[in-house]
Structures are given as structure tokens and as C-alpha cells.
């Protein structure tokens, strides 16, 4: 149990586009969701605090009105990069919460904006 | 708030010898500790947590950790590595209780030799 996907695991986009990373929680119900970013050789960085039915939290620094992050379900939450440019280019991965103690990971999703 | 120092980045190590990756953390509060295991282009892996009890913790695939709160450490054993264990590896930290937001080092590369 505890299984959390991402879609998609791999996007291309061009420069200026929005892209719509998606996770979820296949068998169980996170009220918490998380997003991070991971540059190459780096640790994860947390990106923001998604929590359903109420408007994220962001940590210091991230941009949130390029970074939506939008948590409709309990079982899912989206990352939306808006008007990508190159530097947005990383590893985005998703974590939920189903008990206070620990997070499940999704498998990340890799973004390279050209 | 916590922090997490992995002191090695990088630890090479012979096929079937032992290893020890190093964690220490710093937090003012009572902390749950993990370890995640990562490998290339993928999500984090849990191997093992600490919450309570036995400081002495078995995770997956045959790796050990060890809670010593008075060093504030939380090192990562495994007797006999194997080529498969060739990964990075992730500690983390979090508010015990809450369990909210995880801290993350900085990531050790472990790279098993034939």
C-alpha cells in the first residue's frame, strides 16, 4: 500500500508554454500534499505545502504564481509551471501524507523547457 | 527548525565490504529520522525510520541504522554491499508529532566497485 503516481514522468516543453504535472494517491487519502524540486547532483527542495480544499503554502523564494498548485481531491494534487522558461528545467517530485509520520514519494516527473 | 548534514557526498566502497553513510542533524525539537535511497531518475525509496523505541533500526535490504541522540546522528550501515546498491542516499529529518515538513541533506553517492 501507499503508492503515489506521477504524470507525466518525462515532458518536453518549449519556452513559454505551461505544463500540468500531475499526483496522486492511488491507495489512500492525503489531506497533505508536497512538491519538490531536485536540481542535478542536489538535494530536494521543498517547493510548497498542498493541502485539500485550501490554497498552498510556498516556501520562501518560490514563485507562486508560476508554480499553481492546485489540491481538488484528496487523492490528487497538480503542479502547474507556467510560462516555462529553461531554468524551470529539473526533477519535480510529489510526496503525500497519509499518517503524520511519514510521506510517500511519487516517482517524479523530469521537465527540460527548450 | 531542523537541518540535516550528510558529510560524505560521495563513498566509493568494494563489492561485499561494509559501509556507513553519515547523517547528523540539528533540531531543537524531538525528530522523526529516515533514510530514502535513490535511484537514476527515480522517486525516493524508503529504507528505514526512526520514530520511537529501539534506536538500533533494520530497514530493506539489509541496511541498519542507529540513532545516538546524544551525537545527534543517525548513521546508515549495511554489513555487505552489493553492484545493486550502487544509488544515492537521502536522510531526512521531521518534526516528531507534526511530521509536517521533511528536511533533506545534501545526498550521498555510493558507488559499489566490481
Known amino acids: 500500500g501507499a503508492v503515489v503516481s506521477q504524470h507525466p514522468s518525462r515532458v518536453i516543453c518549449k519556452s513559454g508554454t505551461s505544463v500540468k504535472i500531475e499526483c496522486r494517491s492511488l491507495d489512500f487519502q492525503a489531506t497533505t500534499m508536497f512538491w519538490y524540486r531536485q536540481f542535478p547532483k542536489k538535494s530536494l527542495m521543498l517547493m510548497a505545502t498542498?493541502?485539500?480544499?485550501?490554497?498552498?503554502?510556498?516556501e520562501q523564494g518560490v514563485e507562486k504564481d508560476k508554480f499553481l498548485i492546485n489540491h481538488a481531491s484528496l487523492t490528487l494534487s497538480t503542479l502547474t509551471v507556467t510560462s516555462a522558461h529553461p531554468e524551470d528545467s529539473s526533477f519535480y517530485i510529489c510526496s503525500a501524507r497519509r499518517d503524520k509520520y511519514e510521506q510517500y514519494f511519487g516517482p517524479g516527473t523530469r521537465l527540460t523547457v527548450t | 527548525a531542523q537541518s540535516v548534514t550528510q558529510l560524505d557526498s560521495q563513498v566509493p566502497v568494494f563489492e561485499e565490504a561494509p559501509v556507513e553513510l553519515r547523517c547528523n542533524y540539528s533540531s531543537s525539537v524531538s525528530v522523526y529520522l529516515f533514510w530514502y535511497v535513490q535511484y537514476p531518475n527515480q522517486g525516493l525509496q524508503l529504507l528505514l525510520k526512526y520514530l520511537s523505541g529501539s534506536t538500533l533500526v533494520k530497514g530493506i535490504n539489509g541496511f541498519e541504522a542507529e540513532f545516538n541522540k546524544s551525537q545527534t546522528s543517525f548513521h546508515l550501515r549495511k554489513p555487505s554491499v552489493h553492484i545493486s546498491d550502487t544509488a544515492e542516499y537521502f536522510c531526512?529529518?521531521?518534526?516528531?508529532?507534526?511530521?509536517?515538513?521533511?528536511?533533506f541533506g545534501t545526498g550521498t553517492s555510493l558507488t559499489v566497485i566490481p
Open positions: 498542498s493541502n485539500e480544499g485550501s490554497k498552498a503554502t510556498y
Open positions: 531526512a529529518v521531521s518534526e516528531a508529532n507534526t511530521g509536517n515538513q521533511f528536511y
